[in-house]
């Protein structure tokens, strides 16, 4: 039972869907063996970095927000495609057994994505035992596998900086640094958005450039005016194909007397409509609850979410989550609204893409009587400091 503890919480350190392990693990690890916080420390350190395919959760990264797809999710993080395609049969039988048709509607459309992710990873099994200097060719193979098929650039850039590209293979190994200062993260977003430019397959173009977008965004803040220019111009041409759009709903806190019942889901592009979806979504007191669209693939440069039906006092929303594949594109980005409640900074629409779901901080409100609307600009962002 610990180990099984352990391994989860090495492999998932920052996962809020983990506490109840963590809690109880903590209560009986410290009761049977006594040990110091200090020891408990190290020993889970040195698991996190023993266990393989250890690493924290990515908070931009795709995970379902439904906790009895958890399982799923680690399946084919771990890419045990097999495994996964038998927790999502389970997940159906018990959706068929209760009769719950929108947990059966999307065990199928996860079981559509895994089975494409498995054929994605057949053509590069045989690279796998191979994965070494003396074989750049299966390097770079895997690493595309890993950067462009499932947005993992953490598992997959140390791959491609051994692959036989010399020019994706030093950008590859130049990109794998967490201590860039702004004028560094703006050139390798530059060297990114430039090899994207010779790139002739369209899915392997866009991933590079949303790879130079990441770092465009993380630079821009602190770079000159005229570099700023350059970058804003660049983002605003990467085209963004949104595949999720997770609306989560908030309850005010403790006041429980807000939020939607129903809301209209817009995507937009140059201002123009090109998908909509009208949709009821649960309201629960003291609880978060969401509702998640698939758009299957449409390119967009704006979200918009309209409450058409409030929750008692007046309209709200936790969190927008918007996902291109596997990433998600709306943090960080130009959020306005309507209106919102209360001080600037408790209840600003910026709120939105804070990553808080939870509906108890960080949410946004409208005002009394009033429905709302909120709008995220995928290529719009918030004003530097």
Known sequence: MFMGVFHTLAKKPLDPGHNFDVCKFNCLFFSMCQLKISTLIMAWLLLAFLVPGAEAADRDAWRHPDARFAAVDDAVDDDEFPAAQKLLVEIRAEAKRTKDQSLLAEALEQGKEVTKLARDYDKIAKHLKTLDKEHPRSCLAVGKYYCVVKGNWKRGLPLLAMGDDAVLAALASDDNDETLQADDQAAIADRWWQYSQKVSDANERIAYQLRARDWMIRARPAVSDKARATIDQRLNQVPLFIDRIIVWNTHNGTSNDRGAEEVLVSLLQQDKPVW??????RWEANKPTYIMLRPKHVRADQVRVDITKRHELGGGRAEIQVFAGRLTVARHCEVDADANVGPKDQHDP???IDGDTSGNTGY??????????????????????
Do not use: P
């Open 364 to 385: 946004w409100l409208t005002y009394d009587g009033k429905d709302g609307w909120a709008t995220i600009h995928f290529s719009a962002f918030r004003a530097t400091k």
């Open 276 to 281: 909509k979806d009208a949709a009821g979504i």
């Open 350 to 352: 910026a709120a939105l």
